[in-house]
């Protein structure tokens, strides 16, 4: 009878939770595989930690490198420091920066509003361009179509630090129109906003008009004409939320588009971030920084993926009979 008391409440779990804590149990596991592939291809990678702890311009006497060794517990074998790893990231915390020598939280907190600046950014500027092309050009003639598709592929095809340092030339050095580094002031994130968005843009503006189109002809929007509503309206209450369904299933890419164009972005125009942290880290070796940071990324695209399965069926009615679970 206790026992029945026990898996009670379990029974009475909504599905919507139930497949949460699914989906959070299987995060947890994919930040575990993600830190432990990085922790040991950082080991196993060329090249010797202590030298880039050191840097190229310090004179590594033999002195030198045992402090190093011995203050960062690098004399321990692998699988010793992995589970030092594992310890620290279970109790909570993030490490110590190996180069820096001030807690990681500290490090990546002082670093983090900048990248989320130009994200936010990147984000709401990919999304305006995605949309105003998408629904300019759905259904419209071979010409317009063709022209709209070449310039989506052109960006599409453009990496985001080939396309900066062409906006960098262009608009900075060119035209001195636009500051080329740093964050003082909403002008200097005009070209490393555009560098990450237009891209994205380009594969957004592609399923957002896909979507449109094959709602189009759907008896919902056959419907809702036949009540009398305009175009405008039609498109705005219903093939656009239509396309709002695949458009969050990308969530996934769109993080990873934005963080890793970041850590390139960040570098071409010297700007602050978690971008120019990374590759300070990857540069010195300062292994710690550069788990915490796949960590956090690993976790922030769990933490999304699964808050868009949980919307969809708030976005697309239909979903809402099958349930999430």
Request: aromatic share 6%; glycine share 10%; charged share 15%.
């Amino acid at each position: 009878m206790s026992d029945r008391a026990r898996l009670a409440p379990r029974r009475h779990l909504p599905p919507w939770a139930r497949f949460v804590a699914r989906r959070l149990a299987a995060g947890l596991v994919v930040v575990w595989g993600t830190l432990t592939v990085t922790f040991f291809a950082l080991h196993l990678a060329p090249g010797d930690i202590v030298d880039g702890l050191i840097g190229p311009g310090a004179a590594a006497t033999p002195a030198l490198r045992d402090q190093v060794i011995a203050e960062n517990g690098l004399d321990d074998p692998l699988l010793v420091q992995y589970g030092r790893q594992l310890a620290q990231l279970a109790s909570g915390g993030l490490g110590w920066s190996y180069q820096l020598n001030e807690p990681i939280e500290r490090l990546l907190g002082s670093q983090l509003g900048p990248t989320v600046e130009l994200a936010v950014s990147a984000l709401v500027t990919a999304l305006v361009l995605a949309v105003l092309a998408a629904t300019l050009t759905a259904g419209r003639g071979r010409a317009v179509r063709g022209a709209v598709g070449l310039a989506e592929l052109l960006t599409v095809s453009m990496p985001s630090f080939w396309l900066g340092i062409i906006l960098l030339t262009a608009f900075s050095y060119r035209l001195h129109a636009l500051p080329s580094i740093g964050a003082d002031g909403p002008a200097a994130l005009v070209l490393p906003t555009l560098a990450l968005a237009l891209p994205l843009a380009g594969v957004l503006a592609q399923v957002i008009r896909q979507e449109l189109e094959s709602a189009d002809g759907r008896p919902f929007v056959l419907t809702a004409r036949s009540r009398g509503l305009g175009e405008t309206a039609v498109l705005l209450r219903h093939t656009l939320r239509h396309a709002l369904l695949p458009l969050t299933t990308l969530a996934g890419f769109v993080l990873g588009s934005l963080f890793g164009g970041a850590v390139l972005v960040e570098n071409i125009f010297t700007r602050p971030g978690l971008g120019r942290v990374l590759a300070n880290a990857v540069g010195s070796r300062d292994l710690p920084v550069v788990s915490a940071l796949v960590v956090i990324s690993s976790a922030a695209f769990v933490v999304v993926n699964t808050l868009v399965d949980v919307l969809h069926p708030l976005i697309d009615p239909r979903l809402r009979d099958g349930g999430t679970a």
